[in-house]
């Protein structure tokens, strides 16, 4: 088992924590908005937070919409 | 203000609302925002794209405007719950349009889903904006559920049709307390003046300015077309008539 990133499943557990993970993805942190296994993961808790087996994240953010 | 729109107890500055997407860029986005004077402004809310790193939207709304989250994408109630509820956690505020669409061909709404999720997000807060086709037993249940509003759509979102559903919004100024707002379907300013003179409190467009040739100038116009449809429904404008009716005179030339 892994973990699934926006509904992606990956089959094994990158060490790293969200923060890393946003980076590696090159994606803008500031712009970003995770949910961690449900529930809103505030961006003081992304370094903090290590992935780990069945994870279920979502990367999010807000763009334009009517 | 002498005519302010007030929805759940806040003033709001202008009665044109605009959505954000499908600008050309968020530059656009900004100045089109700027021309119309609108107060709330819609956002949504996806999967980021590694592969197309975006600038954050919300620095290029203008920092006086209402940033109103919708659930598109949602197909039930329970997604729609779960959208609204992100999107105030990031820092979204209290502001939520509800949209439930289960059809991807016609984009329409689902009533009963979104009635459910306004009951859900409304007793936790929310304030709560449901886009719903026109319906009156529907509109009436918005209402106990606790909505701020009511969202009916004039037609189905980006068809530029205008106020197909004329009719059955009329009814609802005119049965619902709350703040009608016709959303999706105007395409042009006339349509949002006709949405006005009808009595909707306010008009909800995108797809009209986002795709216009110049989508700041169409900003404008349909920002100032909602201010003369409201302007007109106040001074009570005459209905047409079946004959014609002389506005001068009717004594013949010099007898």
């Known amino acids: ?66 | 203000m002498d005519d302010p729109l007030i929805i759940a107890g806040q003033i709001i500055r202008n009665r044109f609302f605009l959505g954000t997407g499908k600008f050309a860029s968020y530059e656009l986005m900004r100045e089109a925002i700027i021309a119309s004077r609108a107060h709330i402004v819609t956002v949504a809310l996806r999967r980021v794209d590694a592969h197309f790193p975006q600038d954050n939207i919300l620095e290029y709304i203008p920092k006086d405007c209402i940033v109103m989250a919708n659930t598109s994408g949602a197909r039930n109630a329970d997604e729609a719950v779960r959208i609204a509820r992100i999107a105030r956690a990031a820092g979204c505020g209290e502001w939520i349009k509800i949209e439930v669409i289960p059809d991807n061909k016609y984009l329409l709404p689902d009533n009963a889903e979104t009635i459910r999720a306004t009951e859900v997000l409304a007793k936790e807060g929310f304030i709560v904006m449901p886009y719903v086709n026109p319906d009156l037993a529907d509109a009436r249940r918005l209402t106990d559920a606790g909505a701020a509003s009511v969202m009916p759509l004039g037609a189905p979102i980006g068809t530029n049709k205008g106020v197909c559903m004329r009719e059955l919004i009329k009814i609802l100024v005119q049965e619902i307390k709350l703040p009608i707002v016709v959303d999706a379907g105007i395409g042009r300013p006339s349509h949002a003046a006709e949405a006005m003179e009808l009595g909707a409190a306010a008009v909800l467009a995108n797809t009209a300015v986002a795709t216009a040739e110049d989508p700041v100038l169409t900003a404008q116009a349909l920002s100032m077309a909602v201010e003369a449809g409201r302007i007109a429904y106040r001074a009570g404008v005459v209905m047409p008539k079946d004959k014609a009716e002389a506005s001068s005179p009717l004594t013949g030339f010099l007898r």
Do not use: C, H
Not at chain 1, 19 to 47: C, F, T
């Open chain 1, 1 to 66: 088992m892994g973990v699934r990133i926006n509904g992606e499943e990956l089959t094994f557990v990158p060490m790293m924590s969200v923060a890393d993970l946003i980076a590696q993805r090159k994606i803008r942190p500031e712009s970003a908005v995770v949910e961690y296994n449900g529930a809103l993961l505030a961006r003081d808790k992304w370094e903090a937070t290590v992935l780990k087996e069945n994870d279920a994240l979502e990367i999010l953010s807000f763009v334009g919409g009517g």
